[in-house]
C-alpha cells in the first residue's frame, strides 16, 4: 500500500532524512521507531507532501513526489499529526464533517454515528467546541475525523503524547478494532516502543534520519538486546 525507497528530504537547507526505505502492506501496519530528532514526523509530513522529497514514495504503486498535500489526501491518506489538529473553534460534529469533506457518497451521517459509538466520550459532546475536550478525547477526534475520509492509508504521529497510560491503551485498542474491521493500513510514529510494538506488524528504527533497524515486531519485541539498545525498555 505505501512504500519509501532512497527518501531524502529536510527542512530549507537542513537534511533530516537520508535514503530511507520502508514499506506498509495492504492492511498492516508497520511502526516507526526512534529518538527525538530522529526523522519521524519529518517522515510523515515528507509522505504527505509538506516537504519536498527525493527518491520515491508510491500510494499502491503510484509515485506521490511532488504532488501537493491535498492530491495525496485525494488518493486516501490521512494524517493525524503530532499536535491532533483538532479545529479548536469548531463543535466535535463539524470536525467530523470537515474529515468527509471530499468525500461525495450518501453515508457520512452513518459514519460519524459509528465513531460516536466507538468513542463515547464525543458522543456527550458532539456539540461542544473541540478546545474544550481533553487532551484524550482531542486525540480520539483527530483519529475520528481522519478515518471520516475513509482512507486506504493512515499516518499516525504519535498518538500517545502527553496522554495517561490508560487512555493510551483505550485509542490503541479502538485502533486495533477499526483496523482489523477495515482492513486499514496504517504507518504509525511513535515513542512508546512497547505500545507500537504490540499494535505492529513490522517496525523500522530511525537514528539521525536513517533506517538502523528493521524487522517483525514480534522479533524485534523479544530480542533483549535491541529492546535495551534502541527501543528503551
Do not use: W
Amino acid at each position: 500500500m505505501l512504500r519509501l525507497t532512497g527518501v531524502s528530504a529536510g527542512y530549507g537547507k537542513t537534511p533530516v532524512l537520508h535514503e530511507v526505505s520502508l514499506s506498509v502492506q495492504r492492511g498492516g501496519v508497520t511502526a516507526v521507531l526512534g529518538a527525538n530528532g530522529a526523522g519521524k514526523t519529518t517522515t510523515i509530513r515528507t509522505i504527505c507532501g509538506l516537504l519536498p522529497a527525493t527518491g520515491e514514495i508510491a500510494i499502491a504503486g503510484k509515485n506521490i513526489v511532488g504532488q501537493t498535500s491535498d492530491r495525496i489526501a485525494r488518493l486516501g491518506v490521512a494524517h493525524v499529526p503530532d499536535n491532533r489538529g483538532t479545529f479548536i473553534d469548531l463543535t466535535v460534529r463539524e470536525n467530523l464533517l470537515l474529515g468527509a469533506h471530499t468525500r461525495r457518497d450518501g453515508e457520512v451521517e452513518g459514519d460519524i454515528e459509528r465513531f460516536l459509538e466507538l468513542f463515547p466520550r464525543l458522543k456527550s459532546r458532539i456539540h461542544q467546541q473541540a478546545g474544550n475536550l481533553s487532551g484524550g478525547e482531542q486525540q480520539m477526534l483527530a483519529l475520528s475525523r481522519a478515518l471520516m475520509l475513509r482512507p486506504q492509508i493512515l499516518l499516525l504521529d504519535e498518538p500517545s503524547f502527553g496522554l495517561a497510560p490508560k487512555v493510551v491503551a483505550e485509542i490503541f485498542e479502538l485502533l486495533r478494532k477499526v483496523k482489523e474491521e477495515d482492513g486499514l493500513s496504517v504507518l504509525l510514529v511513535e515513542q512508546n516502543a512497547r505500545m507500537a510494538l504490540m499494535l505492529s506488524d513490522k517496525a523500522y528504527v530511525l537514528e539521525s534520519g536513517k533506517v538502523v533497524l528493521s524487522g517483525d515486531s514480534r522479533d524485534l519485541a523479544s530480542d533483549d538486546a535491541i529492546r535495551k539498545s534502541y527501543l528503551g525498555y
